[in-house]
């Protein structure tokens, strides 16, 4: 399975329609997403189930978690297929954005990884452990690092805890926080890596068999998220790429080719 998309090529700034971004095609909805496994997905729906719903469908590879959801509200791509429900609410919330969920698909795990230890119980006191640095996945790490014993955090702390709800820490760990993409890279420099499951994939992880802890699935408020500006929310062709993305033959591929991944519908 090819690991890396071709880039959509993008004009510079077009003319507005209903959806106002062109790629090659100017009929093509042009999708950002993380290269794995949102990308794949996309490209599997292009390949194979797009033309007879009447779609063209170019995507956008981004690389780190940014860059996405200003060229959406930019006008630069026609939706985004990255992220979960809270980053999406963090971002709209500091950007006064009008971003809107349109289907939720899949729950990416974020996992603890260690090139240094073989098991959580072998974490050294004042371990170092490397976190996503924006606040949604970071809050989800330490959520991580509480629900296994690894910290006690203030019961007000919510879905944003940050390292001032830390209200116990036993093994004294000292918390790195790091820009998501960069955290695979950080393995060879931290006890513990808390990893977006979509980077542990890129970086030829596999969460159920190399994470020294994982997210479970059950209750799990980060589900992806197919997103739109809102004023697009009932345009036909992102209703259509609703409906794929949450086909049985989209939850067989994913099931298939992404095992620890857990599709939502």
Do not use: W
Not at 87 to 106: F, K, Q, S
Not at 156 to 169: K, L, R
Not at 202 to 225: M, R
């Amino acid at each position: 399975m090819k690991r890396h998309l071709a880039t959509a090529g993008i004009a510079g700034l077009l003319a507005v329609t209903t959806l106002s971004a062109c790629g090659a095609d100017s009929d093509a909805l042009v999708v950002g997403a993380s290269p794995t496994p949102h990308g794949e997905i996309l490209e599997f729906i292009a390949d194979n189930l797009a033309e007879d719903a009447g779609l063209t469908i170019e995507v956008q590879e981004f690389t780190d978690y940014v860059q996405p959801n200003p060229a959406l509200t930019n006008g630069d791509i026609d939706a985004n297929f990255f992220q979960h429900q809270p980053y999406l609410d963090e971002y709209n919330a500091a950007e006064d954005g009008d971003l809107v969920p349109v289907v939720e698909v899949l729950i990416e795990p974020l996992g603890g990884y260690s090139s240094r230890i073989d098991s959580i119980e072998d974490l050294p006191d004042g371990a170092q452990v490397s976190i996503p640095s924006d606040s949604t996945n970071g809050g989800r790490a330490l959520d991580l690092l509480a629900a296994n014993g690894l910290i006690t955090l203030d019961a007000a702390s919510g879905t944003f805890a940050t390292e001032s709800d830390i209200v116990d820490n036993p093994k004294n760990l000292e918390i790195v926080p790091l820009e998501a993409a960069q955290l695979p890279r950080s393995l060879e420099d931290v006890d513990l890596a808390i990893i977006n499951g979509n980077y542990a994939l890129e970086a030829d992880l596999t969460p159920k068999e190399d994470s020294l802890i994982l997210e479970k699935g059950e209750n799990n408020p980060f589900a992806n998220v197919l997103v739109v500006r809102e004023a697009d929310k009932n345009d036909e062709q992102i209703k259509k790429l609703a409906e794929l993305l949450t086909s049985d033959e989209v939850r067989t591929f994913i099931e298939e080719n992404f095992p620890n991944s857990i599709p939502t519908f």
